[in-house]
């Protein structure tokens, strides 16, 4: 499998990892309050990628510290991931999975807007279009699936939908071209999580203690798979290509969140979502191919344009220099 193929099929496991919390979340919150099931998700998180640390610590001989670096770009991201949370698992709580996953993909029309300082000049107008697919594909989504006025729980996932494109945008400036662990950088952002809503979820620890297994089932989930994974599997792939590219493929979240309520929700495809899937799985394809084009093009007339303003020096006659088999400059 080719690097850009690899990055691509974990940027696509992480959206219908994403699809899969939903229900997840759903289950979870009817059970307990919102910001009580976020402290579970984050403090389980951070259990888990600090037993990670420490394993892999323990087995390469490496550090456990932090640098610097992975500090300055783990505490606002965690913030920003924190964000993107609060507003999602509220706006979830207050509307259907399916819509939750449905305004929650408008992130892939939203993240090239907020990546433009990554594409000088912009991206191609066959993006936008390819962009344009697929919020046509949510439409026909969200028709299939019942199209109302929005409530409240909607505009949550829209506000979220902008934060989390923002968020997508930011992880590529602070860890682009820096010597960055994604395991390390993960662990900081669930740590700050985790002190974030340990304050206000202080008083409910109890409540916590006391809840049944299939609401711990949910909160394992959402934190492992959900957040551990799905964090350093990001930050993994968004170091590896654009932010644009990135956003389009979580952008097939809906898709999978689509298939998991059908498999376990007990919900019904219909025609109109049927034809919205296959746009979404269209546009997504057609606007990466577009990006992944723009991209070569552009560093193949950055490299041309570095070989032009690269001095061509006289050529000097050489002799062998016994002492090393490679030519050196004859002295003068």
Same mark, same amino acid.
């Given at each position: 499998?080719?690097?850009?193929?690899?990055?691509?099929?974990?940027?696509?496991?992480?959206?219908?990892?994403?699809?899969?919390?939903? *229900?997840?979340?759903?289950?979870?919150?009817?059970?307990?309050?919102?910001?009580?099931?976020?402290?579970?998700?984050?403090?389980?998180?951070?259990?888990?990628?600090?037993?990670?640390?420490?394993?892999?610590?323990?087995?390469?001989?490496?550090?456990?510290?932090?640098?610097?670096?992975?500090?300055?770009?783990?505490?606002?991201?965690?913030?920003?991931?924190?964000?993107?949370?609060?507003?999602?698992?509220?706006?979830?709580?207050?509307?259907?999975?399916?819509?939750?996953?449905?305004?929650?993909?408008?992130?892939?029309? *939203?993240?090239?807007?907020?990546?433009?300082?990554?594409?000088?000049?912009?991206?191609?107008?066959?993006?936008?279009?390819?962009?344009?697919?697929?919020?046509?594909?949510?439409?026909?989504?969200?028709?299939?699936?019942?199209?109302?006025?929005?409530?409240?729980?909607?505009?949550?996932?829209?506000?979220?939908?902008?934060?989390?494109?923002?968020?997508?945008?930011?992880?590529?400036?602070?860890?682009?071209?820096?010597?960055?662990?994604?395991?390390? *950088?993960?662990?900081?952002?669930?740590?700050?999580?985790?002190?974030?809503?340990?304050?206000?979820?202080?008083?409910?620890?109890?409540?916590?203690?006391?809840?049944?297994?299939?609401?711990?089932?949910?909160?394992?989930?959402?934190?492992?798979?959900?957040?551990?994974?799905?964090?350093?599997?990001?930050?993994?792939?968004?170091?590896?290509?654009?932010?644009?590219?990135?956003?389009?493929?979580?952008?097939?979240?809906?898709?999978?969140?689509?298939?998991?309520?059908?498999?376990?929700?007990?919900?019904?495809?219909?025609?109109?979502?049927?034809?919205?899937?296959?746009?979404?799985?269209?546009?997504?394809?057609?606007?990466?191919?577009?990006?992944?084009?723009?991209?070569?093009?552009?560093?193949?007339?950055?490299?041309?344009?570095?070989?032009?303003?690269?001095?061509?020096?006289?050529?000097?006659?050489?002799?062998?220099?016994?002492?090393?088999?490679?030519?050196?400059?004859?002295?003068?």
């Amino acid at each position: 499998m080719s690097h850009t193929r690899r990055t691509d099929a974990v940027l696509l496991l992480v959206a219908l990892v994403w699809g899969s919390s939903y *229900l997840s979340t759903q289950t979870a919150t009817a059970a307990l309050p919102v910001l009580l099931v976020l402290f579970a998700r984050y403090a389980l998180s951070a259990l888990a990628c600090l037993a990670l640390v420490a394993a892999r610590a323990g087995a390469r001989g490496g550090s456990r510290r932090w640098t610097r670096e992975e500090l300055r770009a783990g505490v606002p991201l965690g913030i920003t991931q924190a964000a993107v949370l609060v507003v999602e698992t509220y706006g979830v709580a207050h509307t259907t999975a399916a819509n939750a996953g449905l305004i929650i993909s408008l992130t892939i029309v *939203l993240t090239p807007f907020l990546d433009r300082a990554g594409h000088p000049g912009g991206l191609p107008p066959a993006f936008y279009a390819a962009a344009g697919v697929c919020v046509l594909a949510v439409g026909l989504l969200m028709t299939g699936n019942g199209f109302h006025a929005p409530r409240l729980g909607d505009l949550l996932m829209l506000g979220a939908a902008v934060v989390r494109a923002g968020h997508v945008a930011l992880i590529g400036r602070l860890t682009a071209d820096r010597a960055i662990r994604p395991l390390h *950088l993960t662990t900081v952002q669930t740590l700050v999580g985790s002190a974030l809503f340990l304050i206000p979820t202080a008083h409910q620890l109890p409540t916590l203690v006391r809840t049944d297994a299939a609401t711990w089932t949910q909160l394992l989930h959402l934190a492992l798979f959900c957040s551990v994974f799905a964090f350093l599997a990001q930050t993994w792939a968004v170091q590896r290509t654009s932010a644009g590219r990135a956003g389009l493929l979580l952008g097939t979240e809906p898709i999978w969140a689509a298939a998991v309520g059908i498999a376990l929700g007990g919900e019904h495809l219909t025609l109109f979502t049927g034809l919205g899937a296959a746009l979404m799985v269209a546009g997504t394809y057609w606007g990466q191919a577009v990006e992944r084009d723009h991209r070569a093009h552009r560093e193949t007339a950055d490299h041309a344009a570095d070989d032009r303003a690269t001095p061509i020096r006289p050529a000097q006659d050489t002799q062998e220099n016994p002492a090393c088999p490679v030519t050196t400059p004859t002295s003068a």
